[in-house]
């Protein structure tokens, strides 16, 4: 087995490409070492005490290190956790089961409470994040949680390796409020979640 990676544009994480399924549906992501509790994997990498951030993926595992932690030190760590949990089909979560595959109800919980005159909008926002935006930041190692959509303001949580990054502002502001506003023209902003 092999395992390649892949630079994103947060120069504090890696996004690793194991060539086979990590997540069946969905996302997950693990920001802290009480969350990884819930997977063996991110549980071992959070072990290694230089990460901060792991987030699964359909196909990859994103990795964010610790400030002032040195690639060149971790990829091999988190190279052989990965190579250690595929090749022995280990379960990606503490049990086995599938209940852990789906996002935490924390993580689904609505931002703003909505008005329910706006379905068509948030309908439109939705199909415009799930087919035009989640390719693009998932191709950078994230993904990105709809958090609701108030007075023309819509509500986004950028997770994995795109939470934290440099760019995270621009791509929320120049790429993904640009996208919304011209196909849907009720947006007026969209606002870090």
Known sequence: ???????????????????????????????????????????????????VNVFFGADFVSVTAAPGVSWSELKPMVVSILLDHFVSEAPLFAGGDASGISVPAEDEALLVEENPENADIVAQINELLETRVRPAVAGDGGDIAYRGFKDGVVYLTLQGACSGCPSSTATLKNGIEGLLKHYVPEVVEVRAA
């Open 1 to 51: 087995m092999f395992i390649e990676t892949e630079t994103t544009p947060n120069p504090a994480s890696l996004k690793f490409l194991p060539g086979r399924q990590v997540m069946p549906s969905g996302t997950r992501e693990f920001a802290t070492p009480e969350a990884a509790e819930a997977s063996p994997l991110a549980q071992a990498i959070f072990d290694t005490g230089e990460v």
